[in-house]
């Protein structure tokens, strides 16, 4: 019968403690959190390079009022990326900002509000890929 008192990380052999650098590991959830944090700090600049991409088309359609269906695709598939990415580090309402781009995109009309909600949810997306990671372990 296991022990209660046991951690989880009880059965990792002790080589697997020290990593290459030579830093003893805090915990398995230490370092998965770093390696979290690591990925995301790498990630940001496409993501904040597929925002700047949807803040441009924003632009084109507020002052043309049309967007052509091979920027509205390049759009909705840049919003498509965002919105996985962001699910993955931990942002769901990034996701949800990123689906509705993704999903008006997609439909290939405009409301009359369209770059006003392009422009709230393109602000979210700026803000959640300036910030860390919300991805935490218990």
Partial sequence: MPDPKASPTDDIP????????????????????????????KSRSTMAERVAQLREACSTLQASEI?????????????????????????PQGTDAA?????????????????EQLNHWI????????SSPACSLP
């Avoid at 915990?27 to 770093?34: A, G, K, L, M, N």
């Avoid at 602000?123 to 300036?130: F, H, N, P, R, Y």
């Fill in 67 to 91: 967007l052509p269906a091979d920027q509205r695709s390049e759009v909705s598939s840049c919003a498509h990326k965002l919105a996985g990415v962001l699910g993955t580090f931990g942002f």
């Fill in 14 to 41: 002790a080589a697997f403690h020290q990593p290459a650098g030579g830093r003893p590991i805090q915990s398995v959830e230490d370092e998965t959190t770093q390696m979290i944090a690591t990925l995301w700090l």
């Fill in 123 to 130: 602000a979210e997306l700026e803000e959640i890929v300036g």
């Fill in 99 to 115: 689906r509705k781009i993704e999903n008006l995109m997609e439909a290939g009309q405009f409301p009359a509000n369209a770059v």
